[in-house]
């Protein structure tokens, strides 16, 4: 088998959950009157932590505490209500099983709060994936290739046996930091010219050709 190992990240690669994000963006910036987002806006803002998603919600030039007002308020309300537009993309649980009864060993590293991913992970996978780890503080995100090893530790496993895969430039770049081959996938927050674009080398349209590349003898 090529590979022990995968490690997915999250938003946009296992679950869609753009609208449930817009809803708790806008339900933060409303209680403060600001403008809202729409969810393609939203849609380009996700990927390197909710902190960055409400800086760029936020109207340019907001004060510095009120953007950190915005963010707990997105925070507690997403805790909440991070489930009711939420879904795995279809495949992905079965991607998930087959995955496991051919002995892949598998992990969730995302740049959404650590809290919102353990949660998410549980709700939608439950032992599915078997290590789950979200931003938190003093460990680097993504791109930083600390929360990957940190995957790798707890699973056991050797990064050289391992595959990432995600659906955005982030992705990519954690992938080359980490040392490990990364599969882009085109059904996510970013399509396959902007993948390319940045870098992709292997990008897979549906969960059938990802569950091929990592099934392959």
């Keep these: 088998m090529k590979y022990h190992t995968a490690i ?5 690669t296992l679950l869609d959950t753009l609208q449930d994000l817009a809803d708790s963006t806008n339900y933060a ?5 600001l403008p809202a987002r729409t969810v393609e806006e939203v849609r380009r803002f996700v ?4 902190g960055l998603l409400i ?19 997105f925070r507690a309300h997403y805790l909440v209500n991070m489930e009711h537009k939420t879904a795995p993309y279809p ?10 009864a051919a002995g892949i060993r ?9 809290g919102a991913v353990k949660g998410l992970c549980q709700a939608y996978f439950g032992d599915r994936v078997e290590v789950a780890i979200g931003e938190s503080q003093g460990v680097a995100r993504k791109p930083a290739p600390d929360t990957v090893f940190r995957a790798l530790a707890e699973l056991g496993a050797q990064a ?5 895969i995600g659906d955005s430039d982030v992705d990519i770049q954690t992938a080359q930091n980490s040392g490990l081959p990364c599969i882009s996938v085109s059904w996510g ?5 902007f993948l390319l674009e940045h870098g992709a080398a292997t990008i897979v349209a549906n969960r059938e050709a990802l569950a091929e590349l990592l099934l392959e003898a």
């Excluded at 927050?189 to 010219?193: G, M």
């Design 189 to 193: 927050f970013r399509d396959e010219a």
């Design 8 to 12: 997915f990240d999250l938003d946009g």
């Design 55 to 73: 800086h760029r919600a936020v109207p340019e030039g907001t004060d510095e505490a009120l953007e950190h007002q915005v963010l707990a308020d």
């Design 160 to 164: 050289e046996d391992a595959v990432y």
């Design 47 to 50: 990927g390197n932590g909710v």
């Design 106 to 114: 598998t992990a969730v590293v995302s740049n959404k709060f650590d």
């Design 29 to 33: 910036l409303a209680l403060h009157h």
């Design 91 to 100: 495949g992905v649980l079965e991607l998930l099983d087959r995955l496991r």
